[in-house]
């Protein structure tokens, strides 16, 4: 039930503003709690923002160094009229191509002219309904399964070839100046049978000129072209692909041209050879160490941010008596120092520091196991944080001359406790690359950020800030309740006072009138 209020009609006091004074000395606990809560919001923000910028470095090194190798090799044909060749960062040795006799062809059916046009009805052709065709699959092999392809009543000629240009039945078709024809999407020949079949439909694509012989008459069976695999030598051994362009041994070989198809030497074989982009990989590395370095930079400023002790969380009376602009100043000294001297990111970047100096058992040239040995070291200046500095002339060194011992230096996809053999001798070691065990100790910094912080899909509950608001929203409450009870008080105690004033003034108003 709610205090009846009476101003000071009786007294002349302000009691409004009397009551607003006495509570907002009152108020004091109550500020204090929700400031902690500000306080309590910007650090859970804070580390959840560490964790987006770890998480958005993880996502650059899987984008750029794992997905895509560290190793670029630029390979050369010596023909590339006839072979063209790129290779990726699997390409060993070198290839001879000493001939191609034959080059992979798609299976065909053309049909015989019909009386259509592009926006011919398909029903005025084929009387509607529907075909089931399947062809061979990039592997070589039949597709398991046919596609349905329905004959709608509207249809035309140009929509059904769209439809079937669109489908999963892997043909292509056309029609032109009054002619059909299919295509198989691969090329090659598929060794068990035909390479474009129709399970259903054959006296629809009758009618479109299909499924009959050279005579002209009806048949069961539709006419193809049939597909052809390439058919070469390489490196002296006789080879078919189904397709021109192919890999092997780590190189994508594309072969454009029949030669040497007689057992002649017409030309020359065409060698395929690969070289180590060391300027390009170089650039990765260099890419790598200035947006790890950013990271770095940023969480070391986190750590050793000055903390200002005499800027609190405003409250709700002091942000109502400044500018936005002063609410702004205020606020970022009031921010600042959030995570100065935390344990979890100092321990982050001292794991990270750490890898640095650690070897792979897992290469064999020792020269080149670790960071330090190919010329990238941790910053002289040990308050950077642990950003790192390259000395390009002993990595471009290393590059030139063990790729790979690099390669693998940064990508190798080992086991934490993998076993290994040593100078003779069996031992546990961890064979994980640099990249995979940095975005291993970025999960762990992760894991114990979310513990203390969470994410935006945990309760309260589940993280340690989240139970300190937790229990700081429940003190606000119990403080809130008070405060109404206090400024009740108050109301009834002037309420009392002034009812006191009014009765003495009409007692003083009546003792006056009678001795009047």
Same mark, same amino acid.
Do not use: F, H
């Given at each position: 039930m709610s205090t009846m209020r009476i101003g000071g009609l009786a007294s002349g006091m302000d009691i409004d503003s009397l009551v607003e004074k006495l509570m907002s000395t009152e108020r004091a606990p109550l500020d204090k709690l929700e400031q902690q809560k500000q306080t309590y919001e910007w650090q859970r923000d804070a580390y959840r923002d560490v964790n987006t910028k770890l998480k958005t470095f993880d996502t650059y090194i899987a &984008? *750029?160094?794992?997905? +895509? %190798?560290? *190793? /670029? +090799? /630029? =390979?050369? %044909? %010596? *023909?590339?009229?006839?072979? $063209?060749?790129? =290779? /990726? %960062? =699997? =390409?060993? #040795? @070198?290839? @001879?191509? !000493? #001939?191609? @006799?034959?080059l992979a062809t798609a299976a065909r059916a053309v049909g015989t002219k019909v009386s259509a046009t592009g926006s011919t009805k398909m029903v005025d052709l084929t009387g509607g309904g529907y075909i089931e065709l399947k062809a061979i699959q990039s592997n070589g092999e039949m597709a398991a399964t046919a596609t349905r392809i329905d004959i709608t009543e509207d249809m035309t000629v140009d929509q059904f070839i769209s439809k079937v240009n669109a489908s999963s039945a892997g043909v292509s078709m056309m029609f032109e100046n009054g002619q059909f024809s299919i295509t198989a999407k691969n090329t090659g020949d598929n060794k068990a049978g035909d390479e474009i079949l129709v399970e259903s439909g054959a006296d629809i694509l009758r009618s479109l000129g299909f499924m009959k012989d050279a005579d002209g008459n009806n048949i069961d069976q539709l006419q193809t072209v049939d597909g052809k695999n390439a058919i070469f030598k390489i490196n002296g051994i006789d080879t078919e692909r189904s397709k021109n362009n192919f890999t092997i041994s780590g190189y994508s070989v594309t072969l454009k041209n029949i030669f040497n198809n007689t057992g002649t030497s017409e030309v020359n074989p065409v060698q395929l050879t690969s070289t180590t982009n060391v300027d390009e990989m170089i650039g990765k590395i260099k890419d790598f160490v200035t947006t790890y370095n950013g990271?770095? /930079? &940023?969480?070391? *400023?986190? +750590?050793? !941010?000055? +903390?200002?002790? $005499?800027?609190k969380p405003l409250t709700t009376e002091q942000r109502e008596a400044m500018e936005e602009s002063e609410i702004k100043l205020w606020e970022e000294k009031a921010k600042s120092g959030l995570l100065r001297g935390d344990s979890i990111i100092q321990d982050g970047l001292s794991s990270f520091r750490n890898l640095v100096y650690q070897s792979n058992p897992a290469i064999s040239n020792t020269k080149y196991n670790t960071l330090f040995n190919v010329g990238i070291t941790t910053s002289k200046d040990y308050m950077s944080g642990g950003t790192l500095e390259i000395d390009e002339t002993k990595l471009r060194a290393a590059l030139e001359a063990d790729p790979d011992a690099v390669t693998k230096l940064f990508n190798f996809s080992g086991k934490q406790d993998d076993t290994v053999t040593v100078n003779g001798e069996t031992k546990v070691a961890d064979t994980r690359g640099f990249l995979q065990k940095l975005r291993a100790e970025m999960d762990n910094v992760k894991v114990k950020i979310e513990a203390r912080a969470g994410r935006s899909t945990m309760s309260e509950t589940q993280f340690t800030l989240g139970k300190y608001l937790k229990d700081v929203n429940s003190r606000i409450t119990t403080w809130q309740d008070k405060l109404e009870d206090i400024e009740s008080r108050y109301w009834t105690q002037f309420t009392r006072m002034e009812t006191a004033i009014n009765n003495a003034n009409s007692q003083s108003t009546s003792l006056s009138s009678y001795f009047a």
């Open positions: &984008d *750029n160094l794992i997905l +895509k %190798s560290l *190793n /670029t +090799k /630029t =390979a050369t %044909s %010596s *023909n590339s009229n006839l072979v $063209d060749v790129t =290779a /990726t %960062s =699997a =390409a060993t #040795g @070198s290839l @001879s191509i !000493e #001939g191609v @006799s034959q990271l770095i /930079t &940023d969480l070391n *400023n986190l +750590k050793t !941010e000055e +903390k200002y002790r $005499d800027y």
